[in-house]
Every structure is written in C-alpha cells, then in structure tokens.
C-alpha cells in the first residue's frame, strides 16, 4: 500500500465516490432509525444503570456463548455439505441445495415450537441447536460457492506428491476456502447473536439474550432507556465480531486460482464418500423438523384432516385472517423479489467497490470500513430498526411509513449483507493477470468487469440472488413491524394463527408453513434450472 503522503491515485479516488452509494443506503435507511431509537432511550436516562448490573453482562455472556457454541455446530455440520455441493459428481445435489435451504426461511418461532416437541422443558441445548439448523445453509452455500469454482489441481498435485487426502485439504484446500470460512462463521455468529423466536419459545424467562431483552423491554415493559443500553452493547458486541471476522479473512486470503474450464466435480474417492455420506446424514436430520411440521399441519385430535389447509386457502372456515394463505404467498413473492433486487444491486456495488479499493491505492481502512458498515444490519435488533423506520420515514418524501416498499427495504437490509458475503470472495480470489491482460488488450473497466469478472463470478452471484430470495421470503423481524395489516406475509400469518387459541388456528399456521416451504423449495430449485454457464474462453 502506497504511504499517505504520497497521495490517492484516480482509481483510488473514483472508488472512494463510488462507495458513497451503498454507504448513503445504509445510512438513510440503517443509520438514521437505529440512531434515532437510541437517541430517545439516551433522553430518557438510566443508561448508566443499565450498562453496569450485573443481569446486563450475564446477557451479554449468555448471548455471545449460546452464538459461539451455534456458530462452531453450523460450521462442522456445513462443511460436508458444501463439498458435496461444490466437489461431489453423485444424483441428487439440486435436492440438497433445496433441502439445505429451506430451514432457513422457515419463521424462527415455529423452529422454536418444532425444536420445543422434543424438548418441552426447553434450555441450553436445543437454542444451540435450532440456531445451528437455520445456519448450516449459510455455511454450505457460503463456502461452496468458492469451493465449486477453486482449481482443485493443485490438491491433486500435493497428492501426487505423497501428501495423504487430510493433509493436501488441511495446507492446500482450507487455506484458499478462509476467506468464504471466516465470512461464513461471522454472519452465522450474527444470525445466531440476535436470534429471537428460538430463544423466545426455547429459552423462556430462563435464557434470554439480548434481542429478546431488547423486545421485552421495548414493545412490553416500554422501558427505552434501558433497551437503549441494551442495543448499545449488542452494537458494539456486533462490531467487535466483525473487525475479528474482517481481519480473519484478510490474513487468509490467497492467491487462488478460478479455472472454469478446469475439472470440478467428480465422483468420489475412498474417502470421500465418508464425507458425502456425512453430508447427506445432516440433510437428514434437516429435514426432521421439516417432516416434523408437515405431519403437524394435517394431523388433529380426531385423526388426519386437510381443514387448515382448506381454511388457509379460503376454500372453507377461514377463521379470523384478514386474507388467504394463497394472498399471503403472493405477498411474500412480491416482496421477495423487490427486496433480492434492491440487495443484488447494493451488494454487487458493494463487494465491486471493496475488491476495487483493495486493488488500488486507497488506504486499507477505507475497503475494511466499508466491509465492516455492511455486515452491521445483520447485527441489530430488527426491533429497534423497526421502531426506527416508524418514528423516521416519515421526514423523508411521500412518507415512506405508509408505502408497500418499506418491507422490501427493510428485507434488503438482512440480504445485502449476504449477497456481499457470497460474492466477494470469489471476486478477490480472480486471478489479477486476467484482468491485467484485458486492459492491455484495450478494454475499459466496465468491459474487463463485462468480460472477466462476471463470467468467473456469475455462479455465484446467481446463488446469492437465489439465497438472498429465499431468506427474503421468510424475513420476520423487521415485517413483523412494518407489514400492513391488509397485506401480510406467509411469515406474519404465521406468527398471527400461532398466538391465537383453537385447533383450526394451530392447523392452518402449520399449514401456512408448510405453504412457505413449498414456495421455498420451487423458487431453489427454478433457480438451480437458471444457473449460469459455464464459460470456457478462460
């Protein structure tokens, strides 16, 4: 890196004004409300209280252990998933992807009740293990999305050379995977950190973290001050974990080669299939819960019935929803698909604009500060950026409180980060020569971005779309605030038919989940149809 004395190149500068755009979107619609939330509970005083009793650092303790504990579960559990994903030529891998995925978009609270049927007393561990649930698709798809497009000729070559199939993966194939690793486990460590409906439902007045904390003491006791402090310690404990996860994954990059037209799958060898076989073990006992809900959804007292998904649908007794289930599905797509478009825009830019300020002569802080600014909506409590939302929008034109795009920008705000996540790996792992080459061949930024970049990240972009889609369609923090009351969520309805008393409510709430994993599932595996191609000029 050039000295500071010696001045900002052209590039430099004109990267540093390309970051003002995603960092005017978080500011507007991140910033502002999370600030102004924290500025009323500041007015109000108590702070001080708040940050030194002692049931406030056994929050934080509790929080940060119960995330460390899900995080190092999701990550052992993922692997095997991501090779079989990523390296593993055997039937059945679009399922996988689809079966891996579809944990994740389901509503925290029914995982919580789901997880509660085998452990009605609740506790430590089944919180841990719910979270792990939800994450190991983070990391499956996070790490395979590098590791499907790494050059595996060179482990071959280590084993060519005597070293045994652990050791060539151990110092060839997991230095060139930290980076993706050390993306995955900081957005897992956020996921899990600010975990609300299965701590909720599992933790009851036991365990409490402090997401749930924050809720209480915001929508039930209306104790802002304290909920203040609260957000403070969660934000700082947030920007903490991703300095550590920034600095992680800048020692660990390498110099990586991506080779699209090199051998990237193959069936499996010796030991191999004891991975594959360990990978399809955590896809069964994924889909545990899952069959778990669905036999929920047509099973009553009296036998097995189809009434909830007849009232859901409209078709019969609907109950006391405002609009059907298929309504609440539609609403769900709509959102979805605004929220994964305005994310894919602002985290493209975004990780573009990272790898750029690294490639030129800007100071490293600038690139590792805007990485850092977007990772932090993961770590806030939807609550407070709900709140936020209602108390600021309404300064900005038309009044965006009122608007049907308030959803989608608050989804946008949970995928951008995991669009970035996903894509920025594999573009800081493209061969710079490639680059290099094309602009000496006269091609200008935007052709060498058209020609080189985009062919070797194209993968996975079009995974982080589909991730980003589905994580959309099943946000409930923030549009659990935000969402209408006549154009609801497939999540929201849930949620509603769970805190209403009767069996018919319990049946069509199941049902409802049921409907959001089978809108889940069509939408991974209509998008593993659409991947892109491989290109071979490279």
């Not at 084993?159 to 900081?186: D, H, K, M, Y």
């Not at 020569?433 to 990240?457: C, H, I, M, N, Y």
């Amino acid at each position: 890196m050039a000295h500071p004395r010696a001045g900002l190149s052209r590039s430099a500068v004109g990267w540093a004004l390309a970051a003002l755009l995603p960092l005017g979107f978080l500011g507007v619609f991140f910033a502002w409300p999370v600030l102004a939330i924290v500025r009323l509970g500041l007015r109000e005083g108590g702070v001080l209280d708040a940050l030194t009793s002692g049931e406030t650092w056994r929050l934080v303790g509790f929080t940060l252990g119960q995330a460390a504990a899900s995080t190092a579960l999701a990550l052992v559990a993922g692997m095997p998933v991501a090779f079989l994903l990523a390296r593993a030529d055997v039937p059945g891998t679009g399922l996988v992807r689809a079966a891996v995925v579809v944990p994740f978009v389901l509503p925290t609270v029914v995982v919580g009740l789901a997880f509660r049927a085998l452990w009605p007393d609740g506790g430590i561990t089944p919180i841990v293990l719910a979270n792990a649930f939800f994450n190991v698709a983070v990391v499956a798809r996070t790490v395979g999305g590098l590791w499907a497009q790494t050059d595996r000729r060179a482990e071959d070559a280590a084993r060519a050379l005597g070293a045994s199939r652990p050791r060539a993966f151990v110092s060839v194939v997991l230095p060139a995977l930290a980076p993706a690793i050390g993306s995955a486990a900081a957005v897992v460590f956020l996921f899990c950190a600010t975990s609300f409906g299965v701590v909720l439902v599992l933790g009851g007045s036991r365990h409490r973290t402090l997401e749930t904390e924050i809720y209480l003491r915001t929508v039930q006791l209306f104790d802002l001050s304290g909920a203040a402090a609260l957000s403070l310690l969660q934000f700082a404990a947030v920007l903490a974990v991703l300095l550590l996860g920034a600095l992680a994954r800048r020692r660990g990059e390498t110099a990586l080669a991506l080779r699209e037209h090199a051998e990237l799958t193959r069936r499996p060898t010796g030991g191999e299939w004891g991975v594959v076989a360990a990978a399809w073990a955590v896809v069964v006992a994924l889909l545990v819960p899952v069959v778990g809900l669905l036999v929920r959804s047509v099973s009553t007292s009296d036998g097995w019935s189809l009434d909830g998904y007849r009232a859901l649908t409209g078709t019969g007794e609907r109950g006391t929803l405002a609009v059907s289930g298929v309504d609440a599905a539609l609403n769900s797509l709509r959102t979805a698909t605004d929220a994964t478009a305005l994310a894919c825009v602002f985290g493209v830019l975004s990780a573009v604009v990272v790898v750029g300020l690294r490639r030129s002569r800007a100071p490293g802080w600038l690139a590792d500060g805007l990485d850092t600014a977007l990772m932090l909506p993961l770590g806030v409590s939807a609550v407070t950026v709900g709140f936020g939302y209602l108390v600021t929008l309404n300064a900005l034109p038309g009044d965006l409180r009122t608007s049907p795009a308030l959803v989608p920008l608050a989804q946008a705000l949970v995928v951008t980060p995991l669009v970035v996540r996903m894509v920025l790996p594999v573009l800081r792992a493209i061969d710079e020569r490639l680059r290099q080459a094309a602009a000496t061949l006269g091609a200008s930024p935007w052709r060498v971005w058209r020609e080189v970049d985009l062919p070797l990240a194209g993968r996975s972009l079009v995974a982080a779309a589909g991730f980003g889609y589905v994580v959309a369609l099943g946000e409930f923090g923030a549009t659990s605030f935000l969402a209408r009351p006549d154009a609801p969520t497939l999540p929201i309805v849930v949620a509603r038919l769970m805190s209403r008393p009767g069996q018919l409510n319990s049946q069509m709430a199941y049902a409802a989940c049921a409907l959001l994993m089978i809108v889940t599932a069509a939408a991974v595996l209509l998008i593993e149809k659409l991947r892109v191609p491989a290109r071979t000029e490279f």
